[in-house]
């Protein structure tokens, strides 16, 4: 089967997942509070736990990152493990 498209038309990208208006709000407060190893499965649990609804890795993974490098965490890379932590001179 083949298909033809029409000339001039366009064809709208397709949308990528929305997010909460306070996600970014309440993730960084879970950091700051909570503390600790943050590996993409803990915002995994965190999102599901407040949004009732599940979120891909590489999402998670993307946002942990972007907090790295804003400078609020510390990137901790061993051969067994990739997790991040809030940097030790981040206020609460």
Do not use: C, N
Request: net charge positive; proline share 5%.
């Amino acid at each position: 089967m083949t298909t033809t498209v029409e000339a001039g038309a366009t064809t709208a990208p397709a949308a990528g997942p929305r997010w909460p208006a306070d996600w970014d709000r309440v993730l960084d407060s879970a950091i700051r509070t909570w503390r600790g190893e943050w590996t993409t499965g803990r915002v995994q649990l965190l999102y599901k736990a407040r949004y009732g609804a599940g979120m891909h890795r590489a999402d998670a993974r993307a946002f942990l990152s972007r907090r790295a490098h804003q400078g609020l965490l510390l990137l901790i890379h061993r051969p067994d493990a990739r997790y991040y932590m809030l940097r030790k001179d981040v206020r609460p």
